[in-house]
């Protein structure tokens, strides 16, 4: 299939696994990217600017595909090494970034002056046309349904895609609830280009995650996800348990005097003990309602394969012949 975006990014098909902190790794990115997928190694889940560097040389030795690095620009009070970890991405010759979390734009010029596109992942039509308009190569329009940080405006695919489809220039892919053939073919059909997965993409055979995880995603129902952290107005979905039940009840329970410190808890250093020991239930980690649409764990290029091949019996059987 080609879309703008494949065209954009040199894949084979239009589908990207987007940033997944302690789940993005090279096996992963390689996986993906040798299915002809785009895969995304995650900036900070290395340590280092250094780490990343062998990180990427790494994803290397396991594929000749195109593959990019997620960097999630976090608010923080003494942040990441941004510039090191932007050397180790030129360096590398990595020439896609997928950003994510606040404005890009005061990286733009030195990724563009190394050739490196950038899609940088927004939760509305207004934070899409502003990475339109500071020189962003395209979007990934995440809807409220995603795994991880949806925003705060709760406006879910079936309007954000169209309503996206209406006022962007750039390539757009679809981002959050998607799950196999008969999303890639909904989201097309909204004037996206293409689509991101998070959460289908971890219970795949190749995720270097724990199989519990796994397991935990194909046994959850679109019902088991719960939003936390809304006070904070740093909106996370999460797959639910009784971590999640605590931190929900504190929540409640403080209102509006709730602060970072009364969760930390639950929320800090969760991820490698639940991705790397298997301990689901340590915190919240992020996890979308397309949970509800996983019910296997097949190998990236299976699950590649799939989609596409489904997606074409959609539109050359089901629809054509709707008409
Ligand atoms: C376990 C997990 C970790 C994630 N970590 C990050 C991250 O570090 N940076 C980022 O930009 N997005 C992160 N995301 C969001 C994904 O890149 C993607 O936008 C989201 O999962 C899409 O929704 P879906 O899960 O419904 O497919 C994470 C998602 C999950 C499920």
């Known amino acids: 299939m080609k879309t703008r975006i494949t065209d954009l990014f040199g894949i084979e098909h239009p589908i990207i696994q987007g940033g997944m902190h302690f789940v993005?790794?090279?096996?992963?990115?390689?996986?993906?990217?040798?299915?002809?997928?785009?895969?995304?190694?995650?900036?900070?889940?290395?340590?280092?600017?250094?780490?990343?560097?062998?990180?990427?040389?790494?994803?290397?030795?396991?594929?000749?595909?195109?593959?990019?690095?997620?960097?999630?620009?976090?608010?923080?009070?003494?942040?990441?090494?941004?510039?090191?970890?932007?050397?180790?991405?030129?360096?590398?010759?990595?020439?896609?970034?997928?950003?994510?979390?606040?404005?890009?734009?005061?990286?733009?010029?030195?990724?563009?002056?190394?050739?490196?596109?950038?899609?940088?992942?927004?939760?509305?039509?207004?934070?899409?046309?502003?990475?339109?308009?500071?020189?962003?190569?395209?979007?990934?329009?995440?809807?409220?349904?995603?795994?991880?940080?949806?925003?705060?405006?709760?406006?879910?695919?079936?309007?954000?895609?169209?309503?996206?489809?209406?006022?962007?220039?750039?390539?757009?892919?679809?981002?959050?609830?998607?799950?196999?053939?008969?999303?890639?073919?909904?989201?097309?059909?909204?004037?996206?280009?293409?689509?991101?997965?998070?959460?289908?993409?971890?219970?795949?055979?190749?995720?270097?995650?724990?199989?519990?995880v796994k397991q935990a995603i194909v046994d959850a129902t679109e019902l088991d996800t719960r939003l936390i952290m809304r006070s904070l107005r740093n909106t996370e979905r999460v797959l639910d348990n009784p971590a999640v039940e605590r931190l929900l009840a504190k929540e409640r329970e403080l209102g509006a005097n709730l602060k970072f410190e009364d969760i930390i808890g639950e929320v800090a250093g969760v991820y490698p003990k639940v991705m790397q020991d298997g301990d689901v239930g340590a915190g919240a980690w992020s996890c979308g309602m397309v949970v509800g649409l996983i019910h296997d764990i097949p190998s990236c290029q299976e699950l590649v394969d799939r989609i596409m091949q489904e997606a074409t019996d959609i539109i050359r059987g089901r629809l054509d012949k709707l008409i």
């Open 24 to 212: 993005g790794l090279a096996e992963m990115a390689a996986a993906v990217s040798n299915a002809g997928a785009l895969g995304l190694i995650t900036g900070l889940t290395q340590r280092t600017p250094e780490a990343l560097g062998k990180e990427i040389a790494r994803c290397r030795e396991m594929t000749d595909k195109p593959f990019g690095v997620n960097l999630t620009f976090l608010p923080a009070v003494t942040p990441p090494d941004y510039p090191g970890y932007i050397q180790a991405i030129i360096e590398g010759g990595v020439k896609i970034v997928e950003t994510a979390g606040n404005n890009p734009q005061k990286w733009l010029p030195v990724l563009k002056e190394n050739g490196v596109k950038v899609i940088h992942k927004c939760t509305s039509v207004r934070h899409s046309l502003k990475a339109e308009a500071i020189g962003c190569d395209a979007v990934s329009v995440d809807g409220f349904e995603c795994g991880g940080h949806p925003g705060e405006d709760d406006v879910p695919n079936f309007i954000l895609l169209p309503r996206a489809g209406e006022e962007l220039k750039i390539p757009f892919v679809a981002s959050g609830g998607m799950a196999d053939g008969r999303s890639l073919v909904a989201a097309l059909a909204m004037g996206a280009d293409g689509m991101n997965m998070g959460t289908r993409f971890i219970a795949t055979k190749e995720a270097p995650v724990h199989p519990h």
